[in-house]
């Protein structure tokens, strides 16, 4: 989309065409962070030893057969060597040249910092990687801890390392309600891109997914199913985390679908709030499970705020001998593959991480080379996937 700033239209595909390629973009991402964390970010000598197979499982939260066809990948660039009954080891490094593409910019890096390495931030760098190389551009990564002033020296630390701009998921920063956010106060010295997890006070161009139509197509989907009373989970006019642009969203979208079929909004989910915010912890279900079994007039369906809160209450509600779908309907956002380790199938929510990380290079580049000078945002769309699907 060289040039564009805004579009209106995004090309479909169907469902098996996205998991086909999520699984694909998950198998390079991992092998690009086992490089980056074992063989390159760690400065590992030849023959240093990765960790076994089922360690870099629970690692990078995939299975166990993402990481051997990762450890397949770099194999095949001769990155390392497998033996038999033995392990992973690291080969002596080569000498990578970096080919400027005949549509180069003049960018030799750029920047990206996210949380942790998480399937949503890996699937973004490889769509940054993906479009960076495009472009002849390297990429640099790093990532931060839970607290956003580690977060602020790493966004520092990339821009002072030489990155002729920024791509930022920020999700440290969206965790820490009521404190300071640098992102409003701070100055840099490059472009900086934010991916998700914006604000509108933030003076930074901006790549979102459409959240509040994810949160209505949801609640208008458990309506039709002839649900009666949904609620959110941890989300209520009172207790909404604002600062979480995509839960925010998801909740006003929420109310708004159920405002026009014409039912109330449930706030019973809100009122046992998480101790530490979002994501949900393990805690909190319990204790919303443990109300919601001794209450009369209880909601038949809810709605977590994303997949992996989704998985615990589906656990948690089988150990309680609650049955889901029957008594309590749960849904989740984002169809991270989790999913797969409940039996119970739920809906969820589609978006493109790998299109989000191309459109952050696109409008990164963009502000880099003059062609814009003022903030924009970029929503894409989000698609519902129901489980008769």
Not at 88 to 117: H, M, W
Not at 210 to 234: C, E, P, Q, T, V
Not at 312 to 320: E, G, P, T, V
């Amino acid at each position: 989309m060289p040039g564009a700033v805004m579009r209106t239209e995004m090309p479909t595909a169907t469902h098996m065409d996205v998991k086909n390629k999520g699984r694909h973009l998950l198998r390079d991402a991992i092998a690009e962070a086992i490089r980056h964390d074992f063989i390159k970010g760690m400065e590992a000598s030849p023959g240093a030893a990765l960790p076994g197979i089922r360690e870099l499982a629970q690692i990078y939260s995939v299975s166990t057969g993402t990481i051997q066809n990762a450890i397949g990948i770099l194999q095949s660039q001769d990155a390392i060597t497998a033996k038999t009954r033995s392990g992973c080891y690291v080969n002596s490094p080569r000498e990578e040249q970096i080919q400027t593409a005949s549509r180069g910019t003049g960018v030799d890096l750029i920047g990206f910092v996210c949380n942790k390495r998480s399937q949503l931030s890996l699937t973004v760098l490889s769509g940054i990687d993906s479009c960076c190389r495009e472009y002849g551009a390297g990429v640099m990564a790093a990532t931060a801890g839970h607290d956003s002033s580690e977060e602020r020296a790493q966004v520092r630390r990339v821009l002072e390392a030489g990155c002729k701009g920024l791509i930022l998921y920020p999700l440290a920063r969206a965790r820490e309600v009521g404190r300071p956010d640098y992102l409003t106060t701070d100055r840099f010295p490059a472009p900086i891109v934010l991916c998700d997890l914006a604000l509108p006070s933030h003076p930074y161009s901006q790549v979102l997914f459409d959240n509040f139509k994810a949160g209505y197509d949801m609640a208008r989907y458990l309506a039709g199913k002839g649900h009666s009373r949904i609620a959110f989970a941890g989300m209520s006019s009172q207790t909404a985390l604002l600062p979480w642009r995509s839960l925010s969203d998801r909740y006003r979208g929420y109310v708004r679908a159920l405002e026009n079929a014409g039912k109330a909004v449930d706030d019973s989910a809100g009122i046992v709030e998480a101790k530490v915010g979002i994501p949900i912890d393990h805690e909190w279900c319990e204790l919303w499970l443990t109300a919601w079994k001794s209450a009369n007039n209880r909601p038949s369906a809810l709605m977590a705020p994303e997949d992996e809160t989704a998985v615990d209450l589906i656990r948690m509600a089988a150990s309680m001998g609650i049955d889901v779908p029957g008594d309590l309907e749960i849904c989740g956002f984002d169809d991270l593959p989790i999913r797969s380790l409940v039996p119970v199938p739920f809906a969820t929510t589609h978006a493109d991480w790998e299109l989000a990380g191309r459109v952050c290079v696109e409008i990164l580049l963009q502000h880099v080379r003059g062609e814009l000078t003022s903030p924009v945002v970029y929503m894409l769309p989000v698609a519902l996937v129901a489980p008769e699907a």
